[in-house]
Structures are given as structure tokens and as C-alpha cells.
């Protein structure tokens, strides 16, 4: 079995920064991509940032240019670096990863979440 754990949020003003983290363990044989989500109160869960298996990274309008995803694989650590936070960015932030574990079919994994919040 697959497991994420993030860590990291927190409360932060207005133009702060944030790191957050997220550690995966299991059986995992490869691994396709790696994505960081959000969800607001009221609102449905969006993207935030993507890192192919061949390092490519991807990021919505919204936080390009502030937010930079990264993974180190020796620890099996994904991040997400926040810079120049905004109060829209306050939310549970989610780990996803697709993944092959062994043999098996892709299968994609949630972590628990972890809370941003932005106060202006």
C-alpha cells in the first residue's frame, strides 16, 4: 500500500512563504507524476502544480511564478515551495501521486492533507 503524509502548513501573512512536504512510502515500482492540490471552503479541489517523471513541471496561471514544485527522490519527498502567498491561496493543500506498485495497473493516492492559511 501506498501512503503520503504531508506537513508544513500553517498560518502565514499576506506576501509569506511557506514549504510543504510530503513523504511517500510503500511499494511503489515507478512513479508518473506527482501533483500538489488545493481545496478552499466551499470550493472544489484544484490543481496547484505538477512534476513528471522526467523532472517537467507544470503550474495554473494562478500560481505561476510563486509556487515551484520539486521532488527529491533519495527520500521519496515531494515539495511545494510557496512564495508571495495571497490570501486566495489559504486551503487544504493535497499530495497526489500516480504511481505503479510492482507489476500492478497505475493507481493514484491521496495524502491526509495539510492546512495554508493566509491572513491579509
Known amino acids: 500500500q501506498v501512503q503520503l503524509v504531508e506537513s508544513g502548513g500553517g498560518a502565514v501573512q499576506a506576501g509569506g512563504s511557506l514549504r510543504l512536504s510530503c513523504v511517500a512510502s510503500?511499494?511503489?515500482?515507478?512513479?508518473?507524476?506527482l501533483r500538489w492540490y488545493r481545496q478552499a471552503p466551499g470550493k472544489q479541489r484544484e490543481l496547484v502544480a505538477i512534476?513528471?517523471?522526467?523532472?517537467?513541471?507544470n503550474y495554473p496561471d494562478y500560481v505561476k511564478g510563486r509556487f515551484t514544485i520539486s521532488r527529491d527522490s533519495a527520500t521519496s519527498t515531494l515539495y511545494l515551495q510557496m512564495n508571495g502567498l495571497k490570501p486566495e491561496d489559504t486551503g487544504v493543500y493535497y499530495c497526489?501521486?500516480?504511481?505503479?506498485?510492482?507489476?500492478?495497473?497505475?493507481?493514484?493516492?491521496w495524502g491526509q492533507g495539510t492546512q495554508v492559511t493566509v491572513s491579509s
Open positions: 497526489n501521486a500516480v504511481v505503479r506498485t510492482g507489476a500492478g495497473p497505475l493507481s493514484t493516492h
Open positions: 510503500g511499494t511503489i515500482s515507478s512513479i508518473d507524476f
Open positions: 512534476i513528471i517523471n522526467n523532472g517537467a513541471t
